[in-house]
């Protein structure tokens, strides 16, 4: 199965310009054979926690139509995509940070809402309550959430529970150093094919520089998508093939 890490430099605060991207990547992704497209932490918004708290328009609901645009991409190119934002649940005064995953028929196949807020999130999300798991092609996929990846516990159930890819959708900066201490080690320690969705350009966590991509079950880099706007593919042997990667 041939996984997409794409990244790109959200417009803070603005959801359809977002969407109009997302959706170019999903298509373009798509296109070059990959079955499951994985962005970052509200890539939907920007990572900008503070205009979230101030502006109740950005918060989104599962069944938004802004989101038709990613929904017909997924459908043109029969591609699932891992989409993060800030989303309402019921009457709930806080939204989640959650990754909703729209499957390749564009219609939701699940939603995970981040576990383990950091920092400032904490005054604007309430933290989700449970794990987050999803099928496609017969494969058991994990999903986790930037500081969630720092929780070894999450990669140990995910590996218990028969997944064998970790999706990790995150907003890194320059100075983070889980490219080396967390996502490499949690492939190792667990035996999962970890692929982390990261961004690009400045937003309320840093100065960000992408670097999506994949790691192997023996802790090795199989794709990093680099410093650009675009993607990077990894062919997983979860259906036989040798593992392999490419930037694009």
Not at 155 to 174: H, I
Request: charged letters at 25%; one cysteine or more; hydrophobic letters at 40%.
């Amino acid at each position: 199965m041939i996984v997409a890490a794409a990244q790109f430099a959200p417009v803070p605060g603005d959801i359809d310009a977002n969407v109009r991207t997302i959706a170019g990547l999903v298509r373009a992704a798509g296109t070059d054979g990959a079955r499951l497209v994985v962005l970052a932490e509200l890539a939907l918004t920007g990572y900008e926690p503070s205009l979230i708290h101030a502006d109740p328009a950005l918060v989104l609901t599962e069944d938004d139509p802004r989101l038709d645009p990613v929904r017909d991409a997924c459908r043109a190119v029969r591609a699932a995509a891992v989409v993060g934002g800030p989303v309402r649940t019921g009457d709930d005064e806080r939204p989640r940070l959650a990754s909703l995953v729209f499957g390749p028929d564009g219609t939701l196949l699940t939603r995970y809402d981040k576990q383990h807020l950091y920092g400032y999130e904490r005054e604007v999300f309430r933290p989700g309550e449970r794990d987050g798991r999803f099928m496609l092609d017969g494969v058991r996929f994990a999903l986790a959430t930037c500081y969630d990846n720092r929780f070894p516990e999450l990669a140990e159930r995910a590996a218990a529970d028969g997944c064998p890819v970790y999706l990790a959708s995150s907003v890194l900066d320059t100075a983070n150093d889980s490219f080396e201490a967390v996502y490499p080690v949690r492939a190792r320690d667990f035996g999962l094919y970890v692929v982390l969705g990261n961004t690009l350009g400045t937003n309320e966590a840093g100065a960000c520089e992408g670097r999506s991509g994949a790691w192997g079950p023996d802790g090795g880099r199989l794709a990093d998508a680099g410093t650009k706007h675009g993607y990077a593919l990894a062919e997983l042997p979860v259906g036989g093939q040798e593992p392999s990667g490419k930037m694009v």
